[in-house]
């Protein structure tokens, strides 16, 4: 069985204001690795691509704008899935609760699957800190 990983992080923001910024993907840059990211037409709307490690590009596709605060993506190299990421957004007053929750990708190791765990993690607390700062 493929291991699950949920990380959680309170950000002092309403969850409105949140969504708003994470859905759209030219935010990317401001807290993730994805620094040199473009929109990819010829892929669909909700794709957006970058150089990932070794020069490979790297597609992220993302969950249509919804009411509910899902933020689901789907990381792809060479055509094959790197990773998935099911991410929720959950008013808290008036801040928000993001939950990231990460399924282990077949053929992925355990240590590479907590090392990606570990990168989610310093991008989430970037992403608190930046919002936070507003």
Not at 17 to 22: I, S, T
Not at 29 to 54: C, I, K, M, Q, Y
Request: net charge negative; no cysteine.
């Amino acid at each position: 069985m493929l291991k699950a990983q949920t990380l959680t992080v309170h950000i002092a923001r309403p969850v409105a204001e949140v969504y708003d910024f994470l859905s759209d993907p030219a935010n990317l840059g401001r807290w993730t690795f994805a620094r040199n990211g473009r929109h990819e037409p010829r892929a669909g709307l909700l794709v957006w691509s970058f150089d990932g490690p070794e020069g490979r590009r790297v597609e992220l596709h993302f969950t249509r704008p919804n009411p509910f605060f899902v933020l689901d993506y789907k990381l792809a190299q060479n055509g094959e899935i790197s990773h998935a990421g099911y991410a929720r957004l959950i008013p808290a007053g008036d801040g928000t609760v993001l939950t990231h929750t990460a399924v282990q990708q077949p053929g992925a190791s355990d240590a590479q699957f907590d090392s990606e765990a570990e990168w989610v993690m310093a991008d989430l607390m970037v992403l608190k800190t930046l919002m936070e700062a507003k």
